[in-house]
């Protein structure tokens, strides 16, 4: 940790006197306009909110820190938590302490089993896991300090304690919930000397005798850790610890958000397609098939998940790595040969249909198609594994905006009697 912590301590100050100079020079300079179109339209495109730790250029896909995500592909999420918390890659010394750190807090506290045990058995499995965050709440090093009384100044201190301690943690309560959840038997223990993504497969209890799977996991891992600020799970984080809620109030209500099939969800409904589509064509549909089965879902009502985006307008650099994985590790697996045909053919539906914005896809249309491919089936589990990602975001953003001094948020709403009072 104090290699993490040095480095921020070091970042941090030169941060906030940018800032301060920035808004003491430029402060009434405006940087958007905000149409009744967008104010009714979940604000789209409105900006309104600073995110440091990564941005999504609509024409790029993900930088994380200014480095596009696909020069990441090889690296670990050590590198990346490090990355998004400091602006710097780690040095190879820096990620092993940053490792061993989070391996010495990893033991997750036995109530928390005690909860998850006792829910419901057709609890979803992002439920169990915003509950266990929840749960935790009991320990937060933040709401502490607070209570006992901490300057403004220190508030990203124990804001990053706390943020060590539940990423720590994340893995063993999330491979916990997918063993207790899809009865795969007793929990496994994490082992020593393995890496952060390398412990999560091992707990996951899925065969593995090549490591290709762990190596899938640090990929997926690294690929969904941050998408800037404004996506619902982020927003949602920043807004509750805005209100200098603790971490774990922060992320279990950023999880809730991911949990949406608009979101984070969207990577199951995406398999579930998929695998309805091989099941129906017994195979690999012909592209008239796929047409009017893409046809059949719009006229539906329903979205195509895994396709579309809010912010890009090109095909997710986060979906292009996943597919360059599949196909350099198992360029025959049916699935992914279906997955590599939606994407000849659904683009160019969605651009007749003429509704979606982005008819690319995103991070979610090929990511089950590789999960599916090491044997982990149980698709209502897969928000989770994003989940478990995702927190890294969310946690780095937490840190930042405690040391910046974010104020807690509230944009003014206006009544639909106001609006039409202003078109008069
Ligand atoms: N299939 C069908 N219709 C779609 C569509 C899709 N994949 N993507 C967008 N549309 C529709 C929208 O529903 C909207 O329709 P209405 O005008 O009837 O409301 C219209 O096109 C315009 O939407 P947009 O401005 O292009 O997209 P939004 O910013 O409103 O929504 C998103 C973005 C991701 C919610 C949307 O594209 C979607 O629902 N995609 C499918 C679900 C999905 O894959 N979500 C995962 C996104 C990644 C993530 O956050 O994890």
Request: glycine share 8%; charged share 25%; proline share 6%.
């Amino acid at each position: 940790m104090a290699k993490l912590q040095n480095a921020l301590a070091k970042n941090i100050p030169v941060w906030r006197d940018e800032i301060r100079t920035l808004v003491k020079k430029n402060g009434g300079k405006k940087i958007s306009d905000v149409t009744i179109l967008q104010a009714y339209g979940g604000m789209r495109g409105v900006k309104g909110m600073v995110c440091d730790t990564s941005e999504v250029p609509p024409d790029k896909g993900l930088l994380i820190r200014g480095i596009p995500v696909g020069d990441l592909v090889n690296k670990t999420p050590e590198d990346t938590f490090y990355l998004l918390c400091t602006g710097s890659l780690p040095n190879a010394k820096d990620r092993r302490a940053l490792t061993e750190e989070l391996s010495s807090r990893a033991r997750v506290p036995s109530y928390v089993w005690k909860v998850l045990e006792a829910m419901p058995r057709n609890s979803h499995p992002m439920c169990m896991l915003d509950t266990a965050v929840l749960v935790m709440q009991r320990e937060s090093k933040f709401a502490k300090a607070y209570a006992d009384g901490m300057n403004k100044m220190d508030y990203w201190k124990p804001t990053l304690e706390d943020s060590m301690d539940l990423l720590a943690r994340m893995p063993a309560i999330a491979a916990g919930i997918y063993r207790m959840r899809f009865n795969k038997g007793k929990r496994i223990a994490p082992k020593k000397g393995l890496t952060w993504a390398e412990n999560y497969a091992h707990m996951l209890g899925v065969p593995d005798k090549s490591g290709e799977f762990a190596d899938c996991m640090r990929l997926y891992l690294v690929l969904h850790s941050d998408h800037e600020g404004g996506n619902v799970s982020a927003h949602t984080c920043h807004l509750v610890g805005s209100a200098l809620s603790d971490p774990y109030y922060s992320v279990s209500a950023g999880l809730n958000g991911l949990a949406g099939p608009l979101h984070g969800l969207a990577n199951q409904e995406c398999l579930k397609w998929v695998l309805e589509l091989k099941k129906k064509f017994k195979g690999v549909p012909t592209d008239e098939q796929l047409t009017q089965y893409a046809w059949d879902t719009l006229n539906g009502g329903k979205v195509i998940p895994g396709y579309g985006h809010a912010v890009l307008r090109v095909s997710d650099p986060r979906y292009v790595a996943f597919r360059e994985f599949g196909m350099k590790h198992f360029p025959d697996d049916p699935v992914m040969a279906l997955v590599n045909k939606i994407f000849e053919i659904v683009p160019g539906v969605l651009k007749e249909h003429g509704k979606a914005k982005n008819p690319w896809p995103n991070v979610d249309a090929g990511s089950g198609a590789l999960l599916h491919h090491y044997g982990l089936r149980e698709f209502s589990y897969y928000t989770v594994l994003f989940s478990v990602s995702r927190a890294m975001g969310m946690l780095s953003q937490l840190v930042i905006n405690r040391a910046m001094g974010s104020p807690i948020e509230r944009p003014k709403s206006v009544t639909t009697k106001w609006l039409q009072g202003q078109v008069k």
